[in-house]
């Protein structure tokens, strides 16, 4: 491990658990798409899981964290966390009190896990409080009392943040995210390669993702019960894709199967398991619409409105429904308990073209301010 003097002198450090699964699509990113250079990007890496090894991109520096290089580091351009929680709290903290003069180059990649953490934290103690469970450590809050500079989306975030840190000294790098599902050569390859096959067509059936992750049994029938009425008043063949345990697997199949015995026809449901990135990628591709769940699968949702492949359908009101009305400004079907989402796909024709240019014109956006961010000539 080269541990010379000026190592990090100039250097992008980005701080990482070496099971983080979203610094290397960031990477890859930064260098495809904004031009930031390899050799300028070192990866600091602290140790979370002793049987998982950092999956590495080829031309970037990985280093193991260690204290005695933290005056060592403060030669560098920029630092960067990617999000803040229990395991890299201890590190930031470090280094700012190492000296005070780095918070002027020490930024936070915000995700929407963390804040949503902190806004119950905060609605529950009136304050940032101390929660292990809630990876809300003591050096979590002293960094956030402390930190000056976060990279999120300004109109999603900003309000929320800055309430919740009782702050109003508090600059944002208002970007989105520019990444994808995998690679961006891969991305791209399979974005050019994706199509229905003539078959999926001729049957004219529409596939439903419900969810980009598990998605809870009581909703899922919930959803599954409008989808069999939209099925026999439009006549229109229906495919629900998702994510469920075997548990409720059974509970679904026990429903469908008391349906069919009282003669009553059935939306066709898919189950889907845990899958590499590429076939996910395929999965994306090939749906009509993807139903999110009130919070989280923004990265996913985006994909899918970048590639122009359908609608996104969020609920009225939930987190999703604001970040995708505000950040991306796209057109997407709302629903709520009074008016249902068959009803609303029946009335509803979206551009999809139209929603693949904004979501391309905000992540071309975004790139900009990350090269300017990150280049060495700034």
């Known amino acids: 491990?080269?541990?010379?003097?000026?190592?990090?002198?100039?250097?992008?450090?980005?701080?990482?658990?070496?099971?983080?699964?979203?610094?290397?699509?960031?990477?890859?990113?930064?260098?495809?798409?904004?031009?930031v250079r390899k050799d300028s990007i070192i990866a600091i890496v602290f140790?979370?899981?002793?049987?998982?090894?950092?999956?590495?991109?080829?031309?970037?520096?990985?280093?193991?964290?260690?204290?005695?290089?933290?005056?060592?580091?403060?030669?560098?351009?920029?630092?960067?966390?990617?999000?803040?929680?229990?395991?890299?709290?201890p590190i930031a903290e470090a280094l700012?009190?190492?000296?005070?003069?780095?918070?002027?180059?020490?930024?936070?990649f915000i995700t929407d896990d963390e804040v949503e953490r902190w806004k119950i934290n905060y609605q529950k103690n009136k304050c940032l409080t101390e929660d292990f469970n809630s990876n809300i450590s003591k050096s979590c809050i002293s960094v956030?009392?402390?930190?000056?500079?976060?990279?999120?989306?300004?109109?999603?975030?900003?309000?929320?943040?800055?309430?919740?840190?009782?702050?109003?000294?508090v600059e944002f790098i208002n970007c989105s995210i520019i990444f994808e599902i995998l690679p961006f050569e891969q991305s791209q390859l399979l974005r050019e390669s994706t199509g229905r096959d003539e078959s999926y067509l001729k049957n004219n059936k529409k596939?439903?993702?419900?969810?980009?992750?598990s998605y809870?049994?009581?909703?899922?029938?919930?959803?599954?019960?409008?989808?069999?009425?939209?099925?026999?008043?439009?006549?229109e063949a229906v495919e629900l894709l998702v994510f469920q345990n075997l548990l409720n697997r059974f509970l679904i199949d026990a429903f469908l199967l008391v349906r069919k015995l009282l003669r009553l026809k059935n939306t066709n449901v898919t189950y889907l398991s845990e899958m590499p990135p590429h076939l996910y990628s395929s999965l994306i591709g090939s749906c009509d619409y993807i139903l999110l769940q009130d919070r989280g699968g923004a990265s996913t949702a985006r994909v899918f409105a970048k590639w122009g492949a359908g609608a996104l359908l969020i609920k009225y009101g939930s987190p999703n429904y604001y970040f995708f009305?505000?950040?991306?400004?796209?057109?997407?079907?709302?629903?709520?308990?009074?008016?249902?989402?068959s009803e609303r796909i029946r009335h509803e024709n979206l551009d999809t073209h139209s929603n693949s240019c904004k979501i391309i014109e905000e992540e071309r956006r975004s790139i900009e301010i990350y090269r300017k961010l990150y280049d060495q000539e700034y």
Do not use: C, H
């Open 47 to 89: 140790e979370v899981d002793k049987e998982i090894e950092v999956t590495k991109i080829d031309g970037i520096e990985y280093v193991d964290f260690n204290v005695s290089d933290l005056n060592l580091m403060m030669e560098a351009k920029s630092f960067t966390f990617m999000s803040l929680n229990n395991w890299n709290a």
């Open 207 to 213: 596939r439903v993702l419900i969810g980009t992750k």
């Open 325 to 341: 009305k505000d950040v991306y400004k796209i057109d997407f079907i709302s629903f709520d308990e009074k008016l249902k989402v």
């Open 144 to 169: 956030l009392q402390n930190v000056k500079n976060f990279i999120a989306p300004v109109p999603y975030f900003k309000e929320l943040i800055l309430k919740v840190l009782d702050r109003k000294d």
């Open 216 to 235: 809870k049994i009581i909703p899922f029938l919930k959803v599954l019960n409008d989808f069999n009425r939209y099925q026999k008043s439009s006549g």
């Open 96 to 108: 700012i009190n190492k000296d005070k003069r780095i918070l002027q180059k020490l930024y936070i």
């Open 1 to 35: 491990m080269l541990k010379e003097k000026e190592i990090y002198k100039g250097k992008n450090l980005f701080f990482i658990s070496n099971r983080d699964k979203f610094f290397k699509l960031q990477a890859d990113s930064l260098v495809n798409k904004a031009g």
